[in-house]
């Protein structure tokens, strides 16, 4: 059922992986593609915004702190998943693995790739304190909203 809090985590979490985002892409090595950054950002923050932290909404500011860092947490992983996989798909169609198997370990190989260029400290701030924010906010409008 659609709520005021479960809009406010979704739009919280988009503006939150969009600049998590942004913060990234310099990151990334040179021949690396970013065109779909920002649209997947958008969707997985709505996504993860709405489902995870806005149906957990209205129990309480230390339980919304808490809850804001997990879903920031699954924001960064589901991002860094989809663009493991992304990547290991366009290797794959320029036949640089030799079977399926290969192309998965390929893909976990980037993600762990993917997550040590993460621990840049500005995008750590973004993620850890923007989520922190974004679960206090939510648990703001649940409260005024509800």
């Not at 149906?55 to 989809?82: E, K, P, Q």
């Not at 640089?96 to 993917?114: C, H, S, T």
């Not at 924010?133 to 703001?140: D, P, Q, R, S, V």
Request: aromatic content about 8%; charged content about 10%.
């Amino acid at each position: 059922m659609p709520t005021a809090a479960k809009l406010v985590a979704a739009l919280m979490f988009v503006l939150l992986a969009v600049m998590g985002g942004q913060a990234y892409i310099p990151l990334l090595p040179e021949a690396t593609p970013t065109r779909g950054v920002i649209p997947s950002a958008v969707i997985i923050g709505l996504l993860c915004g709405w489902l995870m932290i806005g149906r957990t909404a209205g129990r309480g500011y230390g339980a919304a702190f808490g809850n804001g860092i997990s879903t920031g947490v699954a924001v960064a992983f589901w991002m860094l998943l989809l663009w493991s996989i992304v990547e290991m798909i366009d290797r794959s169609t320029k036949m640089r693995y030799d079977g399926p198997m290969e192309a998965v370990l390929g893909a976990v190989g980037l993600m762990v790739e993917y997550a040590t260029l993460m621990l840049n400290g500005q995008v750590l701030l973004i993620l850890f304190v923007g989520s922190a924010i974004a679960g206090l906010i939510t648990e703001w409008a649940a409260r005024r909203w509800s």
